[in-house]
């Protein structure tokens, strides 16, 4: 057994003990002040997310029934491959790509400084600079294949994918911070229109070849992980407890399609330029029915049949 394993399985344990402990506290609690409660379960999920992280991990690291199922999910997604779809999830993946969701992170932060909602901005800032940290040391120690040969170098690791992490951190922090700002209808909208961009993402990353199903499922558990820590952040601003004016959600609409609409075309070529081959290859050929990742520093080997 790896030393990697082992130590994934040791930490599997410190986060799903303690989060059950918190879980079953804020359960019984009942009675107690609501905020308190409030921020218990947030402890748990944020928890339970992590704990549900490592365990894809070790299922992957052991080889067991989780590697199965990436092929299975990776293959029939192949098997119904199309051209509008292929078009749709070059689209999607290349509207969460760095630039833009770095570049949106930024200017919603300037307008949350402007409002003075300081918190809500520090928030969101630490949230996705967590999330461009967290990935490629993940990546790094995991040490996993993606499915196609596309990346090379530090690129070529898997797990967990960065495209999920930050889309799932994002838009919950987003949703949250609209929540505030839009009752009803608005704000059912935004949650829902949010969610739909989450899981496009996710599924693009999958068909494009860029990653297995595990890798997106632990980057949407390691997102939401950091989106409710920032959610939680910014819940301790005073005037969190008051919602603000309805155009500040129409604003943080506005800029997110501004972004995509300035540099979704050229991030959409570029996307194009890598994906484009790949997509064109015979289904068989671009699905590798196992993980190949070893000990941290060992080398990639190129997968069987690709």
């Given at each position: 057994m790896s030393l990697t394993l082992l130590a994934t399985e040791a930490c599997l344990g410190l986060t799903l003990i303690p989060g059950l402990a918190l879980g079953l506290l804020a359960l019984k609690r009942r009675d107690a002040d609501?905020?308190?409660?409030?921020r218990l379960l947030h402890l748990t999920l944020i928890l339970l997310l992590i704990a549900g992280l490592l365990a894809l991990a070790v299922g992957i690291l052991a080889h067991t029934?989780?590697?199965?199922?990436?092929?299975?999910?990776?293959?029939?997604?192949?098997?119904?491959?199309?051209?509008?779809?292929?078009?749709?999830?070059?689209?999607?993946?290349?509207?969460?790509?760095?630039r833009a969701r770095t570049t949106a992170t930024i200017l919603l932060v300037a307008f949350l400084l402007w409002r003075r909602r300081y918190r809500w901005a520090l928030a969101l800032g630490l949230v996705m600079v967590a999330a461009a940290?967290?990935?490629?040391?993940?990546?790094?120690?995991?040490?996993?294949?993606?499915?196609?040969?596309?990346?090379s170098g530090a690129d070529a690791f898997s797990f967990p994918s960065g495209h999920?992490?930050?889309?799932?951190?994002?838009?919950?922090?987003?949703?949250?911070?609209v929540g505030r700002s839009t009752a009803g209808l608005g704000r059912?909208?935004?949650a829902a229109l949010a969610l739909t961009i989450v899981l496009l993402t996710a599924l693009s990353r999958i068909y494009l070849g860029a990653h297995w199903l595990s890798d997106v499922l632990?980057?949407?558990?390691?997102?939401?992980?950091?989106?409710?820590?920032?959610?939680l952040l910014a819940s301790g601003d005073d005037r969190a407890a008051t919602l603000g004016e309805a155009w500040h959600g129409a604003v943080i609409v506005a800029v997110l399609l501004?972004?995509?609409?300035?540099l979704g075309p050229k991030a959409y070529a570029k996307a194009e330029r890598l994906y484009a081959?790949?997509?064109g290859r015979p289904a068989n050929r671009v699905v590798d029915p196992g993980h190949l990742g070893g000990a941290p520093g060992d080398r990639i080997i190129s997968p069987p049949g690709v």
């Open positions: 609501g905020g308190a409660r409030r029934f989780v590697v199965r199922i990436d092929a299975f999910a990776a293959q029939a997604l192949f098997d119904h491959r199309a051209p509008w779809l292929d078009r749709l999830m070059m689209l999607m993946s290349a509207l969460g790509d760095g940290v967290l990935t490629p040391t993940l990546k790094t120690i995991f040490h996993l294949a993606r499915p196609s040969l596309l990346y999920a992490t930050s889309a799932a951190a994002l838009y919950l922090v987003l949703t949250w911070i059912v909208l935004f632990a980057g949407l558990a390691l997102g939401a992980a950091l989106g409710l820590g920032g959610v501004g972004v995509a609409l300035v081959p790949y997509l």
